[in-house]
């Protein structure tokens, strides 16, 4: 065997991962303003695709 390639998984064991709730955050101001500026900007191209000549 080649012994001098390292185990990839170290001989251990993992610890357990953290709940699904862990690392979530809420969504806050930040978020609501950037799903507003991308609706608006989906509008606005949906639009002018629909009427070129008004752009």
Known sequence: MHR???RAD?????PARPGPEVGR???N???TVGL???SLIAL????AL??????
């Open 29 to 31: 101001l930040a978020n």
């Open 44 to 47: 606005f191209l949906f639009a």
């Open 25 to 27: 955050t809420t969504v």
């Open 4 to 6: 001098h390639l390292p």
């Open 10 to 14: 170290r001989g251990g064991i993992r």
């Open 36 to 38: 507003v500026l991308a």
């Open 50 to 55: 629909l009427f070129p000549e008004r752009f």
